[in-house]
């Protein structure tokens, strides 16, 4: 397993940006396609965004399309969600996920590894 640490979330006025970061440790970094999930209070997990192994294949959900940006540096083994243009809907707790192979899923059941979250409040 990949041990996973959140960092970036904070209070930010809509309209502004964040950039969380995800730093990996444990097994092979590499190996591993990374996502990152967000919860609201009350509501279910939900899809964000995510990036293949090799960096070359993103994807998004509709809520964020445009505005998140993910990106991968796999010599430090951190995984980063650039977020802009946000809204007081994107607030939630933010978690990074990691999923064994090289092929990019949007499948909260294929990641084996997560993070603890990292709080984003946007206020309107």
């Known amino acids: 397993q990949v041990q996973l640490v959140e960092s970036g979330g904070g209070l930010v006025q809509a309209g502004g940006s964040l950039r969380l970061s995800c730093a990996a440790s444990g097994r092979t970094f590499s190996s591993y396609a990374m996502g990152w999930f967000r919860q609201a209070p009350g509501k279910e997990r939900e899809f964000v965004a995510a990036?293949?192994?090799?960096?070359?294949?993103?994807s998004y959900s509709d809520s964020v399309k445009g505005r998140f940006t993910i990106s991968s540096n796999n010599a430090k083994n951190t995984v980063y969600l650039q977020m802009n243009s946000l809204k007081a809907e994107d607030t939630a707790a933010y978690s990074c996920a990691a999923a064994p192979g090289i092929y990019i899923t949007t499948r909260p059941t294929d990641f084996g590894s997560w993070g603890q979250g990292t709080q984003v409040t946007v206020s309107s």
């Open positions: 990036i293949s192994r090799s960096g070359g294949s993103t």
